[in-house]
């Protein structure tokens, strides 16, 4: 397994991504993209397809606010010895692309996200809220490591780290992802922590 803190590094532009785009979705601008994905429609059953927390805002600006972080560790590669010790992406090779390979990241992201949120409205539970007993568990963990997951899938087209890697990868990020939401919360940047 890579060292630690190699991991952390790899998975530091998308943590710094989430939370931009958490500001980014505060932000009193480009009101015309909030609206939800699914335009208020519902499906067959007559409830919403994802519901509003699901906008067009937060799904592009996820896509370029991840292509910027992405963008900022190629250029720090570039610049500083201790950041190519610390990368495990191979920059060198595409320093001029981490921009694309960020907004790819940045889409397996959000596309990750819309699973979950059209089985949460098929099974009633509506958005920004959460299920309760067991089923609500179940939900709280998938709430955490869908994303990551589509993180995972999404980096493959630009780094294939090892099966170790690719699980310690998914179980540092999840919970890294339930740390960070209770830290938007807690800052008012998010409705419910977790």
């Known amino acids: 397994m890579s060292p ?6 790899l998975f530091a532009p998308m943590v710094l991504a989430g939370i931009s785009n958490m500001v980014w979705m505060k932000l009193p601008i480009l009101f015309s993209w909030q609206r939800p994905m699914d335009a208020g429609r519902n499906w067959k059953d007559e409830r919403r397809i994802f519901g509003d927390n699901k906008t067009w805002k937060g799904f592009i600006g996820m896509i370029l606010v991840t292509a910027c972080w992405l963008q900022i560790f190629a250029c ?24 694309f390979y960020g907004a790819v990241w940045g889409l397996f992201y959000v596309l990750a996200e819309l699973p979950n949120s059209f089985v ?34 999404g980096m493959l087209f630009f780094y294939k780290p090892s099966l170790v890697d690719f699980v310690a990868i998914f179980v540092l990020a999840t919970a890294f992802h339930f740390l960070t939401n209770i830290l938007l919360y807690l800052l008012g940047l998010k409705k419910q922590a977790g």
């Open 4 to 9: 630690l803190s190699q991991l952390l590094y």
């Open 120 to 153: 949460k409205r098929r099974l009633g539970i509506s958005a920004g809220q959460g299920a309760q007993g067991a089923l609500g568990t179940v939900f709280k963990f998938i709430d955490q490591s869908d994303s990551v997951l589509g993180c995972l899938l």
């Open 76 to 99: 720090l590669d570039q610049q500083f010895i201790w950041a190519q010790k610390l990368s495990l992406l191979p920059f060198e090779d595409w320093p001029y692309l981490a921009w």
